[in-house]
């Protein structure tokens, strides 16, 4: 991404089947549809949300958009044929210095089973790799969430750690399984070819 003065270009990706976009204030609704359903958020760190708590969500990720350096970046999910919110990922806590950033990726629990959450997950690797030259990409699930488990395996990460009560959720301790990926070993599974450089990425 390149600013120009008071321009910042928009981050769009885009899959066969699905579209990552910047979030706009009009995807509040679409977004809440899913982010107040209890099962879903379940094992997240947050929800079910209020619609109060959505639309927070929604101007926060709108102001990150404008931010300089940028370390925080929040992505709409989007069916390229009809153009539905179907969830959201994210790249955040961007370290520069370190080309390192936190994956999260949410799919309603209408779209299970239909391979969104590997897709968008794959098309956000792929940003952080290739256009924010990112080393290392991570992601922490709950050890019982075993279909997340699954979706990050699938996409190459491998797991790292297991990280005993380092956070306190919805009133009890928790427990997280750290996996990462890097960028050569992205890359090999990929077949890409990357330029491996030292120094801050271009954001």
């Given at each position: 991404?390149?600013?120009?003065?008071?321009?910042?270009?928009?981050?769009?990706?885009?899959?066969?089947?699905?579209?990552?976009?910047?979030?706009?204030?009009?995807?509040?609704?679409?977004?809440?549809e899913y982010s107040r359903d209890a099962r879903l958020t379940y094992?997240?760190?947050?929800?079910?949300?209020t619609d109060e708590q959505t639309k927070a969500f929604i101007k926060?990720?709108?102001?990150?958009?404008?931010?300089?350096?940028?370390?925080?970046?929040?992505?709409?999910?989007?069916?390229?044929?009809?153009?539905?919110?179907?969830?959201?990922?994210?790249?955040?806590?961007?370290?520069?210095?370190?080309?390192?950033?936190?994956?999260?990726?949410?799919?309603?629990?209408?779209?299970?089973?239909?391979?969104?959450?590997?897709?968008?997950?794959?098309?956000?690797?792929?940003?952080?790799?290739?256009?924010?030259?990112?080393?290392?990409?991570?992601?922490?699930?709950?050890?019982?969430?075993?279909?997340?488990?699954?979706?990050?395996?699938?996409?190459?990460?491998?797991?790292?750690?297991?990280?005993?009560?380092?956070?306190?959720?919805?009133?009890?301790?928790?427990?997280?399984?750290?996996?990462?990926?890097?960028?050569?070993?992205?890359?090999?599974?990929n077949g890409k070819s990357l330029e491996l450089e030292l120094g801050?990425?271009?954001?």
């Amino acid at each position: 991404m390149r600013v120009d003065g008071e321009r910042v270009a928009v981050i769009f990706r885009s899959t066969e089947r699905l579209i990552l976009r910047e979030f706009k204030d009009e995807d509040w609704a679409g977004v809440h549809e899913y982010s107040r359903d209890a099962r879903l958020t379940y094992y997240l760190n947050w929800g079910p949300n209020t619609d109060e708590q959505t639309k927070a969500f929604i101007k926060r990720a709108i102001r990150h958009q404008t931010e300089i350096p940028r370390t925080n970046f929040e992505f709409a999910v989007v069916t390229s044929d009809n153009q539905k919110i179907v969830g959201n990922c994210r790249l955040i806590s961007m370290l520069h210095r370190h080309r390192s950033s936190e994956l999260h990726c949410i799919i309603r629990r209408e779209d299970w089973g239909k391979g969104y959450g590997a897709e968008a997950i794959g098309a956000l690797l792929a940003l952080g790799f290739e256009e924010f030259k990112l080393h290392r990409i991570f992601s922490v699930v709950d050890p019982e969430d075993a279909a997340s488990a699954r979706v990050l395996e699938k996409c190459g990460l491998q797991r790292e750690g297991h990280l005993r009560e380092h956070l306190w959720v919805k009133g009890q301790w928790r427990d997280s399984l750290l996996y990462a990926i890097l960028d050569y070993e992205w890359a090999q599974l990929n077949g890409k070819s990357l330029e491996l450089e030292l120094g801050d990425p271009v954001v």
